[in-house]
Nanobody, 114 residues
């Protein structure tokens, strides 16, 4: 299993970023997928998840209306469009199969600061 997150960076409050998660080593289209984030000293927390066919999604309350999760099964890639970013969105962002807590990628850092 390999999960490669990308697309992070430094952005001003109110700005946007799109994260990507390239997956390999498992049948991507067979798994619900999730985005998580973690800040130093804190536990990794769920941000959003998406079902195999994209028919259903979930967002944690703090990102509802600002973030959009999507996936392209043909490319084995998941995305997280993040708009109206806030300083409290600053974190390392990770992707994984939903309810899997191993085989993590390296993450991608998102920093929201003026």
């Amino acid at each position: 299993v390999q999960l490669v997150e990308s697309g992070g960076g430094l952005v001003q409050p109110g700005g946007s970023l799109e994260l990507s998660c390239a997956a390999s080593g498992f049948p991507f289209s067979n798994y619900d997928m999730s985005w998580y984030r973690q800040t130093p000293g804190k536990e990794r927390k769920l941000v959003a998840w998406i079902t195999t066919s994209s028919s259903d999604t979930f967002y944690t309350d703090s990102v509802k209306g600002r973030f959009t999760i999507s996936r392209d099964n043909a490319k084995s890639t998941m995305y997280l469009q993040m708009n109206s970013l806030k300083p409290e969105d600053t974190a390392e962002y990770y992707c994984n199969r939903r309810n899997f807590w191993y085989d993590w990628g390296q993450g991608t850092q998102v920093t929201v600061s003026s």
